[in-house]
């Protein structure tokens, strides 16, 4: 193949499958058509790092900004693809271009979920998913500034972490009752609500937002028992949806995310998907899933540019994730929902432990707090489908390393 690659987003994802087919020897013409300003870049640390003022938005890029020229990768920025032609097999952009493609690849990423309720126009009410959105909040995030997060996941709470050392003010409202509930397991909640109200972050669990009121500008956030809290300034991270508008225009198959197989084909055989905006098949989980994930998108990455070169090296991995909070590093292999059985290595107390999710004896996940080790082995054990006697692991005098090599073993 050598004809026109078009590449839709420049997050990731398509940074790495941009590098990832130059390194494999594609010699045909790429176009990356992104609608941000930026050349690829990182959004972990905007929530950590950026947003606490520690590093330069050069930091954050993914690769160099000649990387692009010097690779010949063509890059449209501050564009947005707008239509998939797929009998025509062109995209048109908003600027008036049409681009023809001989595959097409969508790395289209996800968007924040916005409240819809009264008063979410007001000025101050921010969401947290580009340089831009920190760039503003930034603005105002000083000393003494009454800040109020809405959603108890990783992003509002790395956001409290970095809050409270700068001094604000800071309330963070959650409508289950502990948080990251989605991604982790209870203990690990507990944990984390425990070190948050230590540094100073007021939680308050059972608050659905229902609205907000203010002058122009946000003073309060309304609650469903219409109770408020004063705010100068709110962010909202209640989650993403995919953005899967052109796919499902085309007629691309999509069920919260662009479908792919684990090649990361879609099913239009000229187009492929990568990243948050797709829903993938795991042999290792036996079901699909959507993951939001810096791993998956490089991964996806990587895939999608052996597709596209002829080389079918399917995508199956454990699924990981990390988040910084103060000094805690937490990280996550696997997926602990539906599990039935928990053990906990390491005593909470001393901020070093892991949590380990079983569905039976199988080991489906591990929560790593700043414990390396686990997670190292975890990924493999969590691969390898790895079964456990749960006494022997909950008994901390059996060492780790020898329990977790045995069980590999057996695994074969
Ligand atoms: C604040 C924050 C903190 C995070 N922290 C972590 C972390 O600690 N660890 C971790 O593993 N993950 C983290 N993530 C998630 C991780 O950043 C994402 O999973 C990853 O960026 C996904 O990459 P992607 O390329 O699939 O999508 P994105 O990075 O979202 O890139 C998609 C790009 O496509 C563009 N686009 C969409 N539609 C079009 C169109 N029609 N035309 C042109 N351009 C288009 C979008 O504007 C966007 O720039 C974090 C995310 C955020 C926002």
């Known amino acids: 193949m050598s004809g026109t690659i078009v590449i839709v987003g420049a997050g ?16 045909g013409r790429i176009v990356m058509v992104g609608e941000e300003a930026f050349v690829p870049y990182q959004r972990p640390p905007l929530s950590k790092k950026f947003l606490a003022g520690e590093l330069k938005i050069e930091q954050l890029y993914f690769k160099p900004e000649n990387f692009y020229p010097d690779k010949d990768i063509e890059l449209r920025l501050s564009t947005r693809v707008t239509n998939i032609d797929r009998a025509a097999r062109n995209v048109s952009l ?38 831009e959105d920190v760039l503003e909040i930034q603005k105002s995030f000083k000393a003494g500034t009454r800040l ?6 990783y992003v509002g709470l790395e956001v409290a972490a970095v809050a409270v050392e700068r001094g604000l003010d800071v309330t963070l409202l959650e409508s289950e ?31 659905l937002v229902e609205g907000f009121r203010g002058d122009g500008t946000i003073a309060e956030v309304v609650c469903a028992d219409d109770s408020a809290i004063a705010a100068d300034l709110c962010i909202v991270g209640v989650g993403i949806l995919p953005n899967t508008d052109i796919a499902e225009d085309a007629g691309i198959e999509c069920d919260d995310g662009i479908l792919v197989d684990e090649c990361c084909q879609t099913s239009d055989p ?7 905006c797709t829903k993938h098949p795991s042999s290792i ?14 991964e996806q990455g990587k895939t999608a540019a052996a597709t596209i070169c002829g080389e079918r090296t399917p995508y199956n991995q454990a699924p990981w994730f990390w988040s910084d909070q103060y000094d805690i590093k937490l ?6 929902l539906g599990c039935d059985n928990l053990v906990v290595r390491g005593d909470p107390a001393s901020n070093s432990f892991a949590a380990f999710y079983f569905i039976g004896n199988r080991l489906m996940a591990v929560d790593a707090i700043n ?25 901390e005098s059996n060492d780790f390393k020898e329990l977790a090599t045995a069980a590999l073993n057996t695994a074969g």
Not at 193 to 203: D, I, K, L, N, Y
Not at 373 to 394: I, N, Y
């Open 12 to 27: 990731h994802a398509a940074g790495q499958a941009s590098a990832s087919l130059r390194q494999k020897g594609y010699t």
């Open 94 to 131: 908003d600027n008036g271009e049409t681009l023809e493609y001989e595959k097409l690849l969508l790395c289209t990423g996800g968007h924040v979920r916005k409240l819809e309720t009264p008063g979410s126009n007001l000025a101050g009410i921010h969401y947290l998913r580009s340089i």
């Open 148 to 153: 109020v997060i809405v959603g108890g996941g």
């Open 177 to 207: 009752d502990r948080v990251m509930s989605r991604v982790t397991g209870a203990e690990v909640s507990r944990f984390f609500q425990r070190r948050h109200r230590e540094a100073g972050v007021r939680m308050e669990f059972g608050r």
């Open 270 to 276: 000229d187009i492929l998907a990568a990243g948050d």
């Open 285 to 298: 989980f036996e079901r699909t899933f959507r993951l939001e994930s810096v791993h998956n998108a490089i």
């Open 331 to 336: 990280q996550i292999v696997g997926i602990h």
């Open 371 to 395: 414990s390396p080790r686990e997670f190292m082995l975890g990924k493999k054990l969590v691969t390898a489908k790895a079964t456990f006697d749960l006494s022997e692991l909950a008994d």
